[in-house]
């Protein structure tokens, strides 16, 4: 069972990215997904989150008409689009299969 975040890299302000968030060993779709971050010297913090059934999305106030996440049942994998980039986004993200799985995380620098 294993649960791997990619996509992270350095993006200039402004720019975007999007990560993935793929399972191998278990179904995605058995559960509800969550994407959270921890920058430098601060507690890690929930970004979004999508919902098991039916793909309700929450999204905190941070990053909320920026940040869009999606599943593909198909991949087994969850996105997290990340628009309109801020150097406060600079973080490690992590994806999180609620409750049971924590994936490593990948590293997104927003410098210019």
């Known amino acids: 069972v294993q649960l791997q975040a990619s996509g992270g890299g350095l993006v200039q302000p402004g720019g975007s990215v999007r990560l993935s968030c793929a399972a191998s060993?278990?179904?995605?779709?058995?559960?509800?997904i969550g994407w959270f971050r921890q920058a430098p010297g601060k507690e890690r913090e929930p970004v979004s989150c999508?919902?098991?059934?039916?793909?309700?999305?929450f999204y905190s106030d941070s990053v909320k008409g920026r940040f869009t996440i999606s599943r593909d049942n198909a991949k087994n994998t969850v996105y997290l689009q990340m628009n309109g980039l801020k150097p406060e986004d600079t973080a490690v993200y992590y994806c999180?299969?609620?409750?049971?799985?924590w994936g490593r995380g990948t590293l997104v620098t927003v410098s210019s």
């Open positions: 060993g278990f179904t995605l779709d058995n559960y509800a």
């Open positions: 999508i919902s098991k059934n039916d793909d309700r999305t």
């Open positions: 999180r299969a609620l409750p049971d799985y």
